[in-house]
């Protein structure tokens, strides 16, 4: 593993994903050119969305936008008529054209209603998906008598985004090193279709879903969906399903089948699905675009050599979607749902219900991450509106950010800069003022958590000059110490930097904490007797680059036992916590000149559980140091930590037994310094035996 230490390895199960940095989603490409945007660079940008993803959004696409609002009130107003209107250009397997509501995917049938047709009409297709049977069949469109306008905006929207297909296709050939028009062939007697979906709202979101998952069996598909959202991607990295978020006017590509075949898998079909909601519907509108019937599907001899043989033997299209066709009226006899996993679901058939490896977690429609709060207040009843942000964000995420935070932008900047200065000095200066198990503020190097070693340096210095903490974490041992700062002679303005930061940072600590008693229903100064001889520490974190980033962690996963950490990152970013509802490591994504805050163990204790320490860990970069600074806000080291009595009463009864804030430090910190035997102390051990 080159240079990283056998300490620093975490275990198989808490290696960081990487590509869990990247939440932003599927990629948005600008189709128009410009004197910056010449056509090499879009085509290398549709390349890598291909390689990587297989979806990206594009905008300026040369669809009028009058279109894409004509054909979704023409789809609305379709959908919106009684059943047996629509019924009246029902499809089935002699005319697959028309309206259906009994479509299967993955033998599971989806909550949704469509409306096909075929943008060739008519369209020719083999009768069977039978290899020795010749025979043809014509396929024709059924259009409905209402709405009037209906065919004519289906019409005319299917042929401007047919051109579209078109461009795309050019645009992909180019990005294999291919001639534009090295595909367009094998579409002169296309059978492409389009289709109207509509979602309902779906009274169990977590069971169902819109489309289960798949991959198309065509070359594209261009999808226009409207701002409810639901579309999600199976990402290639980790597997994560990652929703597609509505981007206003775009139109959603994703490659199929068929070019993944032809690029001889240079470029992935992707599987995907669409979740329902269960308050608003939803409409979207895709096309398929499929080669003709007769083409004979396999990988281009262009992209095939020696090196790179054909991963694929030919296929009739034809006869393939023949034989893909037909699981859209029945459930085959694969893949039958076993018996006994049906409930009962109130208004839910149990046609529609997926196996449970399948279902969706409705939860991961948020990837936006924590909140971010503005602490400025203005205006009648300013404070409670903030207090009541605050508390959500307590009780969802146990994170958030703020801005509008009172500390001074000139102050941070001069102690990152004096951050950076201490880390940049040769290890022999940083040495100096190294600290121990006996005097802990000072610089270290070789952290431990979960007993694995961090791929870090930090600086830590006390808030409070001298600070009294327990000589040592017995019960039985009532001795108490006096904890001084450890400050190194460089940089000059180092001390005094840090603890100006420190007292300013403090007064936005303490402001938090009123802000959290009140979001609790309690007096503002409720908590602030916790801290009258507070124990808490500002620390400076330094994260080298690392050479193997998927092995080791920065900080592993943890859950911070104080009260509340006031933290600073750098624009690299590498934070990462895990979310409640599914235990997705979310990235937190840096904000200019905010502040992340995050309940700690204490505060867990105190609310009686009503707001969570959630855990946390930071991944490091192979290229880019990263800096962060944490206020670490504690108690006094007397405090008796325990579930307020005006939170709890019959029906809530206290979750956790008392323990001494001090006697918990003492002990937190000694696998500061060394590997223990077991895990060290956390607040689930004083959880009460009602809570388990």
């Known amino acids: 593993m080159g240079e990283v230490d056998q300490a620093f390895i975490q275990s198989i199960e808490h290696r960081p994903n990487l590509d869990t940095i990247e939440i932003e989603g599927i990629p948005l490409i600008d189709l128009s050119l410009s004197h910056t945007t010449d056509i090499n660079v879009l085509v290398s940008k549709i390349g890598t969305a291909c390689k990587n993803w297989g979806f990206f959004q594009v905008i300026n696409h040369g669809v009028p936008l009058e279109l894409l609002e004509k054909i979704k009130v023409a789809a609305k107003a379709f959908f919106d008529q009684p059943m047996e209107e629509k019924r009246k250009v029902k499809r089935d397997e002699v005319n ?92 002169e007697d296309q059978l492409s279709r389009m289709r109207l979906n509509h979602y309902p709202p779906c009274p169990c979101p977590e069971l169902a879903l819109g489309v289960g998952r798949h991959k198309d069996a065509g070359a594209l598909t261009i999808v226009a969906q409207d701002d409810v959202g639901g579309l999600q991607v199976k990402r290639k990295s980790d597997g994560v399903w990652v929703p597609v978020k509505p981007t206003s006017n775009a139109l959603v590509i994703n490659v199929g089948d068929i070019i993944q075949v032809w690029s001889n898998e240079a470029y992935e079909s992707v599987e995907h699905r669409v979740v329902v909601n269960p308050e608003r519907e939803r409409f979207s509108t895709p096309i398929f675009f499929f080669p003709s019937h007769y083409v004979m599907v396999k990988p281009l ?93 307590c009780r969802k995420w146990g994170f958030f950010q703020v801005i509008n935070h009172g500390v001074p932008l000139e102050l941070r900047q001069r102690v990152e800069k004096v951050a950076k200065a201490f880390f940049d000095l040769p290890i022999e200066e940083k040495r100096k003022a190294k600290r121990d198990e006996l005097n802990f503020t000072g610089y270290h190097d070789e952290e431990h958590t979960k007993n694995v070693r961090d791929w870090k340096e930090v600086f830590d210095m006390l808030i409070e000059d ?184 019959e029906q809530n009864p206290a979750k956790y037994k008392e323990y001494s804030w001090g006697k918990f430090y003492v002990n937190r910190t000694g696998s500061n310094y060394k590997k223990l035997e077991a895990e060290n102390l956390q607040i689930d051990h004083f959880k009460t035996p009602e809570s388990e």
């Open 466 to 649: 001298p600070t009294f903490l327990p000589a040592s974490p017995d019960p039985d041992d009532e001795e108490i110490r006096t904890y001084s700062n450890k400050w190194p002679e460089n940089p000059p303005e180092f001390r005094e930097t840090c603890q100006e930061y420190c007292r300013e940072v403090e007064k936005l600590a303490f402001k938090l904490l009123e802000l959290i008693s009140l979001s609790l229903g309690l007096p503002a100064n409720r908590l602030s007797d916790f801290f009258k001889h507070q124990t808490g520490m500002l620390r400076l974190n330094y994260y080298p680059p690392c050479p193997s980033p998927e092995l080791a962690l920065g900080v592993g996963r943890h859950r911070d036992g104080g009260a509340l950490t006031v933290l600073a990152q750098d624009d690299v970013g590498g934070l990462q916590i895990r979310r409640q509802s599914d235990g997705e490591w979310i990235p937190i994504k840096p904000i200019p000149n905010a502040y992340i805050i995050n309940i700690a163990d204490a505060l867990q204790v105190w609310s009686n559980n009503l707001y969570v320490s959630a855990e946390h860990r930071v991944v490091v970069n192979s290229e880019r140091e990263r800096f962060s600074i944490p206020l670490f806000f504690f108690p006094s080291h007397y405090v008796k930590v325990k579930p307020l009595e005006e939170l709890m009463n």
């Open 96 to 187: 697959p054209m028309g309206y259906y509501e009994s479509e299967h995917t993955k033998n599971v049938r989806d909550w949704k209603e469509v409306f096909d047709f075929l943008i060739n009409d008519p369209s020719f297709l083999p009768a069977s998906p039978e290899l020795e049977d010749d025979e043809m069949r014509t396929l024709s469109n059924q259009w409905p008598e209402n709405p009037p306008k209906f065919r004519e905006a289906c019409q005319e929207y299917a042929r401007e985004v047919e051109k579209l297909g078109y461009k795309l296709l050019e645009l992909i050939s180019l990005s294999l090193g291919l001639p534009s028009n090295r595909l367009n062939g094998y579409f």
């Open 301 to 393: 001899e262009e992209l095939v050599n020696e090196g790179n043989p054909p991963k694929y033997k030919p296929y009739n299209f034809g006869k393939f979607n023949a034989a893909r066709n037909r699981s859209n009226y029945k459930k085959l006899e694969k893949h039958v749902i076993s018996k006994g996993l049906i409930i009962a679901m109130g208004g839910i058939d149990q046609a529609f219900v997926q196996e449970p490896e399948q279902r969706p977690k409705p939860s991961t429609i948020e990837v936006d991450g924590i909140p971010v709060i503005d602490m400025s207040v203005s205006g009648t009843g300013g404070i409670e509106k903030l207090a009541s942000e605050i508390g959500n964000a």
